[in-house]
């Protein structure tokens, strides 16, 4: 990498765990549209996972990952044993000390600490200029945006809104353990965000409301809601007394059978991102 970067090649990098889906595709190909020579990882990162989650049987298809990466012209693919990234006596973590607190912060201890290891020393080893990551993940982006300022990190952050299926459930290596039936109750997540919006635009203020009322739709169908919370979106400090409807957050987590997936939708100066539906002007 060193070499292309002194031929003035601009690097796009792509981190992901595998098991490639169209939101990984969607962010290889901004990647391909605003670099030169663009990278993936692929490494399911042990030390993200909590005790008794789903590490071991994270699903894993290399070969088929491989192929996604060429069809995409993906220039570089890293696949780094866990004993490379962790070798024996491995013991520095990167924490972002309070936006890794709340919302998926405070069911996932460790969750967002293994992260931010990680994307750190995949930063170091792969030395991108440009890091590509999705929205679904909204704690997560910020997080690493905290990071590389805070640690100086020489990297752009570029954010991609998160790619769904055509009834608005967000994409996810997860979806892969739903059952069929799982996966017809998974459409009510993202109508619980648009159920929160509509609720907002209809000039509901108080998150607690909201919060209660989606949450009883969810649970009301059989989904088991972790945390349905309105927060600002840039500190993520959960709203509790009166919505700031020009800049707020809706993030949720819930359990379909054993399995756990979260989604977003926010507000800033006014305008809506990551929303399910498609807005006016929107292609
Ligand atoms: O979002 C993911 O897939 C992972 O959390 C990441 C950023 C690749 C770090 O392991």
Redesign the pocket.
């Known amino acids: 990498m060193e070499k292309l970067r002194k031929k003035g090649k601009k690097i796009g990098f792509v ?3 595998g098991y490639l889906h169209e939101g990984h595709i969607k962010l290889i190909r901004e990647a391909r549209k605003k670099s030169d020579i663009v990278v993936v990882s692929i ?1 399911v ?1 042990p030390t ?1 996972f909590s005790r008794g989650e789903d590490y071991e049987i994270y699903p894993r298809d290399e070969k088929r990952d491989l192929k996604i990466c060429r069809n995409e012209k993906v220039d570089y693919v890293f696949l780094p044993e866990v004993k490379e990234m962790y070798p024996d006596g491995y013991e520095t973590f990167v924490q972002v000390e309070e936006l890794q607190k709340p919302l998926c912060g405070m069911f996932r201890p460790g969750h967002f600490r293994g ?1 931010a290891t ?2 750190s020393k995949l930063f170091n080893i792969v030395k991108p200029h440009l890091a590509f ?1 999705g929205l679904k ?1 909204y704690q ?1 982006a910020l997080i690493i945006k905290k990071l590389v300022r805070d640690l100086s990190f020489d990297v752009k952050i570029e954010l991609v809104e998160t790619a769904r299926d055509s009834d608005g459930l967000a994409l996810s290596s997860r979806n892969e353990y739903l059952s069929e039936e799982e996966r017809k109750l998974a459409s009510f997540i993202p109508q619980a965000l648009i159920m929160a919006k509509k609720m907002i635009d209809n000039g509901e203020e108080n998150p607690q409301k909201i919060k209660s009322e989606c949450t009883k739709f969810l649970e009301e169908k059989g989904i088991k809601v972790q945390y349905f919370e309105l927060a600002n979106p840039d500190t993520l400090q959960i709203q509790t007394e009166k919505i700031d409807k020009k800049n707020y957050l809706v993030a949720l987590a819930v359990f379909i059978g054993k399995t756990r997936l979260i989604d977003n939708f926010f507000v800033k100066n006014g305008k809506i991102f990551n929303f399910p539906k498609k807005q006016k002007g929107e292609e």
């Open positions: 981190p992901t765990m490494f990162n993200q992260v990680v994307v990551f993940d997560q």
